[in-house]
């Protein structure tokens, strides 16, 4: 099993629907962190939790929220999607500052 | 535009070519990171740079911090089709935040 899984991989949506991507880890890393990868862009930072009760905007949070259920659990909301959402989003995880980050498989989100 | 920018953006080798891809940052860099990412996959972690200077290698793959320049290279000696792929340099800002660059679509032609 993946240490680091997001759930759903693939997903369509509609404008204006709200969806939820998860993401979960079996490492025991207190880090987690949500991007979207879009053509030409690289990553960019949405969000990201250093434990249950830190959450952070990151570069791109507007249109986003987040919860941290649990040590192990991130997930990303989008409360009413529109189609420049439309993206491949990554989790991430890592212990701290100046260690290697372990990603997700990623999730395809398509806005139509 | 992105805190941490690549060049080139894309680039097409023939097999056995050397390239360099390059990472900079518009601010101080505490820790560098470089990952390879296959098309549409997850991302895979290279190796991390800490001090300036620093140079590290896996395989064909050399990267070196220039701290100075706030920047970072990645080479690759005499390419393979298996090393195709996005390469992405990450960096660690002073607010904890883990951001990444734009990104370099590479190609190897056999």
């Known amino acids: 099993d993946a240490d680091v899984t997001q759930t759903p991989r693939n997903r369509i949506t509609k404008t204006g629907k709200r969806i939820m991507l998860e993401c979960s880890q079996t490492?025991?890393?207190?880090?987690m962190y949500w991007y979207r990868q879009d053509p030409g862009l690289g990553l960019r930072l949405i969000y990201y939790?250093?434990?249950?009760?830190?959450?952070n905007k990151g570069e791109i949070s507007d249109g986003y929220s987040v919860s941290r259920q649990a040590q192990a659990k991130f997930s990303l909301s989008l409360e009413s999607a529109i189609p420049n959402q439309t993206a491949l989003y990554f989790c991430?995880?890592?212990?701290?500052?100046?260690?290697?980050?372990?990603f997700g498989q990623g999730t395809r989100l398509t806005v139509v | 535009s992105q805190e941490l920018e690549q060049s080139p953006q894309s680039l097409i080798v023939q097999e056995g070519k050397n390239l360099t891809i390059n990472c900079t940052s518009s601010?101080?860099?505490?820790?560098l990171y470089w990952y390879k990412q296959k098309y549409g996959e997850g991302l895979i972690f290279l190796m991390m740079?800490?001090?300036?200077?620093e140079e590290k290698s896996h395989e064909k793959i050399t990267a070196k911090l220039d701290e100075k320049k706030q920047q970072s290279s990645l080479h690759i000696t005499a390419s393979q089709p298996s090393h195709a792929g996005i390469y992405l340099c990450?960096?660690?800002?002073?607010?904890?935040?883990?951001?990444f660059g734009t990104g370099t679509l590479l190609a190897v032609q056999p």
């Open positions: 991430a995880t890592r212990t701290e500052m100046n260690t290697e980050a372990f």
């Open positions: 490492k025991g890393h207190d880090r």
């Open positions: 939790s250093f434990d249950v009760k830190d959450i």
């Open positions: 601010k101080t860099l505490y820790g």
């Open positions: 740079l800490q001090k300036g200077g």
């Open positions: 990450g960096a660690d800002r002073a607010t904890n935040k883990l951001i």
